[in-house]
């Protein structure tokens, strides 16, 4: 079993930060790439961010604003956002490539979290 659990969402007020966190647990040998997605109702679901052995990617709209990182030890990705801006507004998940113990590679997805910038 695998467990991807993403928390840090809230409301917030334009220009403010927010700090959001995912924690993966289970049967895992080794972590590869793991990003965070973002979707708004009636689009598609977006890529933010990513990060794979410390090398990181970023969509062009967060760029400056978000980074990402991640701590090996404790399986666990973060995503400090700050300068929030309304259009970022949206619920974000967390995606994770990793290999099982059973020796099967597959990506996984939290549950995710709402993020709510407004005045």
């Known amino acids: 079993q695998v467990q991807v659990v993403e928390s840090g969402g809230g409301l917030v007020q334009p220009g403010g930060s927010l700090r959001l966190s995912c924690a993966v647990s289970?049967?895992?040998?080794?972590?590869?790439?793991m990003g965070w997605y973002r979707q708004v109702p009636g689009k598609q679901r977006e890529l933010v961010a990513r990060i794979n052995s410390g090398v990181t990617d970023y969509a062009d709209s967060v760029k400056g604003r978000f980074t990402i990182s991640r701590d090996n030890a404790k399986n666990t990705m973060y995503l400090q956002m700050n300068s929030l801006r309304p259009e970022d507004t949206a619920v974000y998940y967390c995606n994770v490539d990793l290999l099982r113990r059973s020796g099967v590679r597959s990506g996984y997805w939290g549950q995710g979290t709402q993020v709510t910038v407004s005045s």
């Open positions: 289970g049967s895992i040998i080794s972590i590869y790439v």
